[in-house]
């Protein structure tokens, strides 16, 4: 009688963060990411100083929107952390996060050309902050779907489906802007305000995303045995 042995694997098991760690991270970065697209009004600023309002006081305020940046990255660390290792999602994820970041740099160098080409720079500057904000969002939804084919939960699925549709919306809408920004058409202003209330959407159903892995049970991510026995399957 033959017997089967067990295939024996050196090493450990990185420690992933517990469920009410990640979740709290996630909680936390969502109220910047929000508000930092309102507060202050840097795309109200930023349509006054490319309709050359640049007396204007509120033209002040034209500036990338760094509190939603903040956010973002906070968001970042949660979502990684959440979906480390888990294959092509996570990968995806670190991709997207990092290509944020840099367009948000990328946004702030911009910003300062601005009075050598007011077309050419602000509608720049508006493209990498745009894109930031899609990737930022990106990072989200590949979270939400890794969570969503972990759990099969349809709701957690629903969620990353309208992520996906109002991210790719918003994504066109700002790309409109851009354009007739660098045409100079004063048009571009009511494209970048609907771009930010889609963005603010989108954000809004990641943060619910955040709440279905919040309250689902199926996912055991709270660590009740030692790290090194902890599976993902």
Not at 45 to 67: D, E, K, R
Not at 108 to 127: E, K, N, R, S
Not at 163 to 173: H, K, M, P, Q, Y
């Amino acid at each position: 009688m033959s017997i089967t042995l067990k295939q024996q694997i050196t090493g450990s098991i990185e420690p992933r963060w517990p469920k009410k760690k990640v979740v709290k991270w996630l909680e936390w970065g969502a109220v910047p990411a929000i508000l930092g697209l309102w507060l202050p009004d840097w795309s109200g600023a930023y349509i006054q100083l490319l309709l050359g309002s640049t007396g204007s006081s509120s033209s002040l305020l034209a500036f990338p929107p760094v509190i939603t940046f903040i956010g973002a990255v906070i968001l970042f660390i949660g979502c990684t952390e959440g979906i480390k290792d888990m294959g092509w999602h996570y990968k995806a994820a670190l991709w997207s996060s990092w290509i944020a970041i840099a367009l948000a740099g990328l946004s702030f160098v911009f910003h300062f050309l601005i009075p050598q080409d007011t077309a050419l720079f602000g509608a720049l500057t508006i493209l990498s902050i745009g894109l930031a904000a899609f990737f930022a969002t990106g990072v989200l939804w590949l979270t939400i779907i890794k969570v969503a084919e972990i759990s099969a939960e349809t709701r957690t699925t629903i969620t990353g489906y309208i992520i996906l549709v109002i991210g790719s919306i918003a994504l066109l809408s700002g790309a409109i802007s851009v354009v007739l920004i660098y045409f100079q058409q004063p048009l571009f202003a009511y494209f970048l305000r609907l771009t930010i209330v889609l963005f603010t959407v989108a954000f809004a159903f990641c943060r619910y995303g955040v709440y279905c892995y919040k309250t689902q049970q199926s996912i055991g991510a709270g660590f009740t045995t030692p790290p090194d026995e902890q599976f993902w399957i």
